[in-house]
């Protein structure tokens, strides 16, 4: 599985963006999609989870400004990120979470920047 994440960019306070993750590869047996950041000297916190049933969940940082959402024709997670604060600055990664017969294996994105100014 590869995975392309962008979308990333500097945007005022109170603004929106919207990041994207293309998968590619052996992408039928994946279980799940899941957004994480990763603020400088902190550690990657999940932001957002999409299952292959549909069911989405989310931080609750995040809840009622973000919104995880997929596009199965595109094999794509967007994460809308509205009403952004500073405090949302991180780099943003996407994960597939792919099922190989019993096991369950990771596969991760590049990170896309994400700044939001004061």
């Known amino acids: 599985v590869q995975l392309q994440a962008s979308g990333g960019g500097l945007v005022q306070v109170g603004g929106s963006l919207r990041l994207s993750c293309t998968a590619s590869?052996?992408?039928?047996?994946?279980?799940?999609m899941v957004w994480y950041r990763q603020a400088p000297g902190k550690q990657r916190e999940l932001v957002a989870i999409?299952?292959?049933?549909?069911?989405?969940n989310s931080a609750d940082s995040v809840k009622g400004r973000f919104t995880i959402s997929r596009d199965n024709a595109k094999n794509t997670v967007y994460l809308q990120m509205n009403s952004l604060k500073p405090q949302d600055t991180a780099v943003y990664y996407c994960?597939?979470?792919?099922?190989?017969?019993?096991?369950?294996?990771?596969?991760w994105g590049q990170g896309t920047l994400v700044t939001v100014s004061s």
């Open positions: 994960k597939a979470i792919r099922r190989w017969g019993t096991e369950l294996e990771d596969y």
């Open positions: 590869g052996s992408i039928d047996s994946i279980v799940s």
């Open positions: 999409i299952t292959r049933g549909g069911t989405t």
